[in-house]
């Protein structure tokens, strides 16, 4: 007679078996119809995480021209510069761009932190959503962010002032904050479910496909103000108050894409990897494997179904297990802390450069002509004496800011859009490390070159939109994309998820870094900047070689749960000493109903 503990390891051997057969039919499965379904609702819900990020950053010249114009734009141009040798000319916020960080007190920082606001909250929701996902499982935290980020670019929209102290920019960067929360949790949930519904030979498509759509985000944002503009310009020029149309219209679109995703990932199954691993629900996770593959063959992206089973089965079960015990012994095993460190670190050298450029584009702009008229140089008459001054002629306000989106719309589609797709297309064929190495390789070369030769690039239109625009198609083809993919292939299932938002959180600190620490120097002192950012490019290089390379291998075999030692260090599934007695329970619950 077996003894109860010979009789546990047949068991656990005999779920391992079933296991592996079953992630093996789902690792080996053709591209179908379940596939694209994964991809379209996570890329929908990253389409409307990237608009609602980066529109802030075309919104808010609109919002201080509109509310502080009147109070930092007085004065009168010269009679030399109006042609008019009798009276010169009022200037007026219809007629003069409002620098608010210079005409305002605290305005760099004041700028710096509504275009960080974001930021801060994508940190918050990062680490909170990523946690989450571990612990209560991908599916019932999965749209619970789109909620959040509806209900706040509602809020954004609709931003105006409350009290006094509570001003229009303090409550617009409130909301964008806890928008930020929304956004952020999109990253860990979208790229783990995709990454476990995925099949090997596909799944850095499949994720690349996902992150690939924050270049259409950034694009459709420009276009959007580009289309506002247009409907609006008979009222603007008339009065430049009405631009407080445009930019509220505008971050409310970022609505419409939400709202259409939120259905199609409430009703997203659990994935069968968390449901196996996980909840210990190993024969729910082989029958949700099976109604994938018949979905896979079926030509509809809408079917969905639930498992109950599985969700009852944690409900009781997997309170049981201790997460932060089983965490601190995977991550304090050498090999994985450095594999957390080389993911995060990755990430954060990458976002300090790519947000510092990115929210700070009025520099760019101003380079390629696409951010109102140069200076004029005028011979003006002061009492008794003439004097050389540069000084930027009369505008039409609403040309300023037609021409600043036609300038964003450029730049997304010379190198930023391009190099997402380019990562799509060869990422399996070239491999994750090679891309994210010749990515940060170019970048840095590109960024240090740069810095080197400012002084004569920034006079010299044609070279310069050459090199920048190299840096960003390397950017999407490159490091930009695949720090989003690996994270969500280098953990095992019980911690994939914090895995990745620790990773994306890092990130974020990256940004908040270069937005508010690093960008608002831009404008004044480049060399500088652009040399601190060629060198911790550098850095992300480096970190770089500690990653493994994932193209062709399965989860488990990447996070070693297949292994002597799992991925816990106790179990030869993977899992946690609790789960092994959860894994023989609904081993045994199965064989009696067979």
Known sequence: MLQPQQLDRQLISSIASRRAVAFAHLDEASLGWFHVRAVLVAGVGFFTDSYDMFVISQALPMIYQVYYGSQYIQGEFPSEISNNTNSSLAKTPQNVRLDFVSAHPNGVHVDAWLKASTSWGNLVGQLGFGYLGDRLGRKRIYGVELVIMCVCTIGSALSSSLAQGFSVLVVLGLWRFCLGIGIGGDYPVSCVITAEFANVRYRGTMIAAVFAMQGIGILAGAIAYVAALAVFKPLVQVDYKNLDYVWRITLG??????????????????????????????????NDIEQILIVNNIGTVTTSWGNETAHEFANKQVEK?????????????????????????????????????????????????FNGPSKMAVNVTIGN????????????????????????????????????????????????????????????????????????????????????????????????????VIPGEVFPTRFRSTGHGISAASGKFGAILGIQAVGPYFASNAVAVLGVFSVIMFSGLIATLWLPETAGRSLEEISREDSVGGASGRSGVGLSATNEVLLVQDDVDWALVQ
């Open 385 to 484: 004496k003439t004097q050389l001054q540069y000084i930027t002629p009369p505008i039409d306000i609403w040309d300023f800011f037609h021409q600043t989106a036609l300038g964003n719309v450029i730049i997304s589609m010379a190198g930023t859009v391009p190099g997402y797709w380019f990562t799509v297309a060869l990422i399996e064929r070239m491999g994750r490390k090679p891309i994210q190495i010749m990515g940060f390789a170019i970048i840095t070369a590109c960024l240090g070159f740069m810095a080197v030769f400012w002084n004569t690039l920034s006079q010299q239109q044609v070279p310069f939109l050459i090199i920048f625009t190299i840096a960003q198609f390397f950017f999407q083809f490159g490091p930009n994309a695949t720090t989003f």
């Open 253 to 286: 679109i970022g609505l419409i894409p939400a709202l259409f995703a939120i259905y199609f990932r409430l009703t997203v199954p659990e994935t069968p990897r968390f449901t196996a691993d996980v909840m210990g629900a190993t024969q729910t996770a082989l």
């Open 321 to 369: 297990v201790s997460f932060f015990t089983d965490f601190k012994a995977y991550f304090g095993q050498p090999k994985n802390l450095k594999t957390l460190f080389a993911t995060s670190y990755c990430w954060f050298a990458l976002d300090v450069a790519w947000y510092g450029l990115a929210i700070n584009q009025s520099t760019v702009l101003s380079l390629i002509n």
